[in-house]
């Protein structure tokens, strides 16, 4: 069994990789318009990290030019897909400077790419921080109302 100090040294190299992505085979265009960022990534950790992208549906999806899979995600914002990118690769995600907007989009986001435990923790993370009924008043008033 990995300890945990080798646990983190993995960790810290799956970062790098995602930092420094020189050998990556997955470009990743998300947002639209002026809101619209590419992401370099590795097939093989999205493939074992997400059931979305190890799902052979995905690469009909994708246009593939010199061997490099290019795929786009309009409807996710490239701040939420950045926070993504950072779960896939070291399991972390840090919500305390994040806008509720943010946070809400990568709930969304989480859902739609299948990545439960990702999921679950915003949840229970918009859930906690939801005192007094913040959120209710900030996103669903008016909009649905009275629940």
Known sequence: ??????MSFLIEDLSLMLSDSDDHNVIIQVGENKNMK?????SNILKARSPYFN???WITKTDKKD???EFKLP???PTVFEMILKYIYTSKVDLT?????????LLVASDELLLRKLFEYVQDHLIKNNQHGR??????????GPL
């Open 1 to 6: 069994m990995a300890s945990k100090v080798h």
């Open 38 to 42: 590419e992401f370099c990534a590795h």
């Open 55 to 57: 799902d052979v549906k």
């Open 67 to 69: 061997n490099m899979f």
């Open 75 to 77: 409807n996710i914002n």
């Open 97 to 105: 400077k994040q806008t509720g907007e943010n946070i809400l989009g």
């Open 135 to 144: 959120l209710h008043a900030k996103f669903f008033n008016g909009v649905v």
